[in-house]
């Protein structure tokens, strides 16, 4: 036994590809990072800049045919779970990581009672009666806030509100108790108001769960309020890591600076809200090199080249990936 | 449940009017004289105007009308112009072969079809797959009469293990069964081909949804993933394809009767096709439109129960 403890999820150079127009690209490139219990570390992106793609393949969920991971390890505890065959998978999933997805509205089984999609992991993770299943199913809706749960069991996900729908997604990861919880984008599709509940809710059970989070989102006003640690990615790539505070005292990378420029915040005017130039490159079409280099204003002839993530602290906790500004510290 | 069930019936009342007067009226369009059809064009005067008497034919139409939507209404279906007994009386002796063979095919096309779609949509091009498509492709092609033939050809005299004529006879249960064989297997293979191929695209469309993602991420068994998440959301289109088919059902086992020699509804129209008996065309036509309007009525109340987002009654 080591001394040190294992992080709860340690990913390592995952590089992960898809495919378009029968050609694969790589779409998560040499991604690693830690997770340790009671740790929040965020994921943060545009739209199709490999977060989603990171956590399905963590997951193992890639579409077969669409994605596959081409390199990289995952372990779970000190477990290695990447390539492990389909059968040993399904005994990790839901039981050692769960998963929160965006689209409460479409993510739920439409002719399945809720208390039976909460109940089910229990049933092959656990082994429970049926009965028992359910009847933690209760427990576990009162824990996410779900009123009358007792009466609500039997109800259909078209029964509930958006936000409960997400409850009942949430109770629904954490009924085996795993120690690992990815919630990809867990807030997107809700209303303000309960986005703020939904977060609440998580924070407060990682706390008593002891939970690791990764959290997936492009908001980085969700970002700021609950993460630990945050990697910025672009175009697959992990361009920018550091402790929570750090990103947003001292932004290095061009694109995180980028980013929070175009974020709208209430102690700037609208006017300041500088969005970025351009869009992002289809997967064929990316740049060699740093992939940002496309709408990046500080480009420079090296960046043909593909920048290494270096440490710009002293401590070695934040890094970036950019010729320019990353250099050492 | 029961208030649904009304509910549907008394709505399906404006649709079985309105088959009766199309009914009523086309048999009436018909050119000639139904008195004479029966009759001959040797009969006397005095025969033929004995017969329209009786027949009500000589009232105006309108009371005709009204007094046969009054016959229907008490379950008279009139009496057949040939052998002069009760429609209902001779229909309600062979009804009971005719819903045993439309149960039966309904049965053969959800057991085959089911997993033959569902095999087909996980293992896409393999073998289940080509299976489906061939299955399918025989389903749609061949017309009633010709696969009900081939069978027979096959399956009672080639091989000898079905009878030729698939009247049963006696009350054996096995005999009985042996004799709906081949004409619920040749009906049973058009319904296969329907349910096979919505069961697969349905399929397809069910495993690519987010909700199967989710149940996967919580490590439900791949198998479980495919029957219990995948194609309980599939049953619905299924539902569908099944009371829509329905009609076919029973208009395919009307030549299904007529190739096995099967006592059934089939058999009493296709007499009374050969004989002109226009009263008992007119009667069997009734007869089939309340059967669809009752097979609808049983696919709503299906739904119901197969999908928690109608309504349950």
Redesign the interface.
């Given at each position: 036994m080591s001394t040190v403890a294992a992080p709860a999820l340690s990913v390592k150079n995952l590089t992960t590809e898809i495919r378009s127009r029968d050609q694969w690209h790589q779409a998560v490139r040499d991604v690693s990072f830690d997770i340790v219990q009671r740790e929040t570390v965020a994921l943060v992106g545009e739209s199709g800049c490999g977060k989603s793609l990171t956590a399905l393949s963590i997951?193992a969920?890639l579409?077969p045919g669409v994605g596959r991971i081409v390199g990289g390890r995952v372990s779970a505890d000190g477990q290695l779970i990447s390539g492990i065959a389909?059968?040993e998978m399904?005994?990790?999933?839901?039981?050692r990581i769960?998963?929160v997805?965006q689209?409460p509205m479409?993510?739920?089984?439409?002719?399945?009672?809720v208390g039976f999609q909460i109940a089910?992991?229990l049933l092959?993770?656990r082994d429970l009666s049926r009965r028992a299943a359910l009847a933690r199913a209760v427990e576990l809706m009162d824990l996410v806030r779900i009123p009358s749960a007792a009466q609500r069991i039997n109800d259909?996900p078209?029964q509930f509100s958006g936000g409960m729908r997400q409850r009942v997604?949430i109770a629904?990861?954490l009924?085996c108790a795993p120690k690992v919880l990815i919630a990809d984008e867990p807030t997107t599709a809700l209303d303000v108001t309960i986005q703020a509940q939904v977060l609440a809710l998580l924070a407060e059970l990682q706390r008593s769960a002891g939970l690791a989070v990764l959290l997936i989102t492009h908001n980085l006003g969700v970002v700021a309020s609950v993460a630990d640690r945050v990697l910025v990615m672009y175009g697959g790539d992990v361009v920018e890591s550091a402790a929570m505070p750090d990103l947003f005292q001292r932004p290095t990378h061009p694109y995180t600076t980028a980013l929070l420029a175009a974020m709208p915040r209430s102690d700037r005017s609208s006017e300041t809200i500088a969005p970025i130039p351009g869009q992002v490159p289809a997967l064929a079409e990316m740049p060699v090199g740093c992939r940002f280099q496309s709408r990046c204003p500080l480009r420079e002839v090296r960046c043909v080249e593909r920048p290494p993530l270096r440490p710009i602290d002293a401590a070695g906790t934040h890094h970036v990936r950019c010729w320019v500004t990353g250099g050492a510290p | 449940m029961l208030r649904f069930i009304a509910k549907r019936l008394l709505f399906a009342i404006p649709t079985l009017l309105g088959v009766l007067t199309l009914v009523f009226f086309l048999v009436r369009i018909v050119p000639g004289d139904p008195a004479l059809v029966v009759l001959g064009d040797q009969a006397s005067p005095e025969a033929l105007a004995n017969l329209r008497e009786r027949l009500g034919l000589n009232k105006p139409l309108l009371v005709q009308y009204v007094d046969y939507l009054g016959a229907i209404a008490h379950g008279d279906l009139g009496r057949s112009l040939t052998t002069n007994r009760p429609v209902m009386t001779d229909m309600l002796a062979v009804l009971p072969n005719t819903i045993e063979l439309t149960l039966a095919s309904l049965l053969i096309g959800l057991v085959g079809g089911v997993p033959l779609g569902v095999l087909a949509a996980v293992r896409r091009g393999g073998i289940a797959d080509w299976l489906a498509r061939i299955v399918s492709l025989i389903g749609l092609s061949f017309p009633a009469f010709v696969s009900g033939v081939l069978l027979l050809v096959l399956f009672a005299i080639q091989f000898r293990w079905f009878p030729v004529i698939s009247a049963p006879r006696s009350g054996d249960i096995l005999e009985r069964l042996r004799a709906l064989a081949l004409p619920a297997i040749n009906l049973g293979v058009i319904m296969i081909a329907y349910v096979t191929r919505v069961t697969r695209s349905g399929m397809l469309n069910a495993l690519s949804q987010d909700y199967v993602r989710t149940a996967r991420a919580k490590g439900v068994p791949a198998r479980l993933v495919v029957w219990r998440h995948a194609l309980r959301n599939v049953l619905i289109p299924i539902v569908t394809i099944i009371g829509l088919n329905l009609g076919v059902l029973i208009g395919n086992s009307v030549l299904t009767e007529i190739v096995f020699s099967r006592p059934g509804l089939g058999k009493i129209i296709v007499n009374a096709l050969n004989t002109r008996d226009y009263a008992t065309l007119q009667a069997m036509m009734v007869v089939f439109a309340f059967a669809i309007v009752i097979t609808n009525v049983l696919t709503d109340l299906v739904y119901g129960l197969v999908d928690p987002r109608v309504k349950t009654p």
């Open positions: 997951m969920l579409p389909d059968a399904e005994k990790i999933r839901g039981s769960g998963m997805f689209e479409t993510s739920l089984n439409p002719v399945l009672t089910e992991p092959y993770h259909y078209h997604m629904m990861a009924a | -």
